[in-house]
């Protein structure tokens, strides 16, 4: 997708709905994966089928009318919102004079223009030369289907080969270095772990707002913009509660429907980090139409990796763009916030204190006038946040540790 003179690519947007997936709103999607990828959309097409033809994908048929389309239009790419076989692509290519991408490779694209950390670099490298073998693969399959003979051996075939084991070492080298990292980051891991470090990891779909929330909760500065996967290096900040815990936030890289599995596979290290924190922040677009299903997928890929144990709190964003909250979807545990107004955080906070394992919980007590001496010991161990006196006793706002506020639970009113 990077043009060499810097021109802005025009892109025609094809897709089939098969039934499986709502097809409108998937191609809606890949018109801000292709924004985002820097192309312009000029046309979308679906056409309905049963399958995907094996040959083009589209009918044939349809592919002579995006071409006319394309040259009307002057567009000079085709995105296709599915993935391609390698012959369909090269079918496609020929009997339109376009250039043909698929879903994956455009994903793959756009992670390869955001990857600046050197471990970024890696996992994007270790991906796109997975995503080229699985491909050489298939063409290696096709020509010796052919049964060999005039065209399928000689000097074609050999490059083949030599190509596949020229990647191959390459990736073999790129997952010895990835493992080195990785070494390195367990090991900060199980320092915070014995520090007895509380890790809170933003998770959720991509463009849900996740690092407007980590910049306002801390002044961690992350990159936030109106683009798909625009973080894909995690940032970690220390973040204070309002019962003076302090916690570490980490912020990370998107997840999207069908985010190809050669990604899942390369970002598995940074993914994890994610999933083996204390308590997951599934952050949400509330006012994307397509909200419940986004917070599934990202449900599903966190079972994926291993994490259905850790507590998830459903975090509903973008709510000063909607207004009707009970249209929202709710789950287990869910807030709703606005990240860029900053409203709902203290619900957001308060329920994160009350997820933590070591059991810090902010109460309002009030004590009768005839026990006040028990005020300067609660005064002692927990955090008083307000104080005042009322016709029947002193009325405390607190936050303490769970042994603490046993001993008095009898004074605890909500
Ligand atoms: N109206 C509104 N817009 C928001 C809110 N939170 C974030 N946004 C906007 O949503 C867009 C995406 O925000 P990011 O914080 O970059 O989203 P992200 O989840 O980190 O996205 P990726 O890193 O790309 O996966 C930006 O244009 C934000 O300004 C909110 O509460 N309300
Ligand atoms: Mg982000």
Redesign the pocket.
Known sequence: MHNTDEQIEKAILAGADCGEYDADSSIAELEELAKSAGASVLASVVQKRERPNPATYLGEGKITEIKEQAEALEANLLIFDGDLTPSQQRNIENLTDLKVVDRTELILDIFARRAHSSEGKLQVELAQLNYRISRLGGQGKLLSRLGGGIGTRGPGESKLESDKRHIRRRINSLERELKEVEKRRSLTRSRREKNGVTTIAIV?Y????????MNALTDAGV?????????LDPTARTLTLPDSRKVLLV?T??FISRLPHQLVEAFKSTLEEAANADIILN?CDA?SPDCSDNVKVTVSLLEELGCSETPVITVM?????IPELYSVPTFKNTVF?????GTGFDKLLDEISSLLPDNVHRVKMLIPFSDGGCISALRKYSTVHSQAFTADGTLLDLSALDSVLNTYKDYIIH
């Open positions: 959720g991509t463009n849900a707002g996740k690092s407007t929330l990159l936030a913009q109106d683009k798909l996967f625009a973080t912020d890289v998107g952050v006012s964003n973008k709510c000063d763009l916030i606005s990240a860029k107004e």
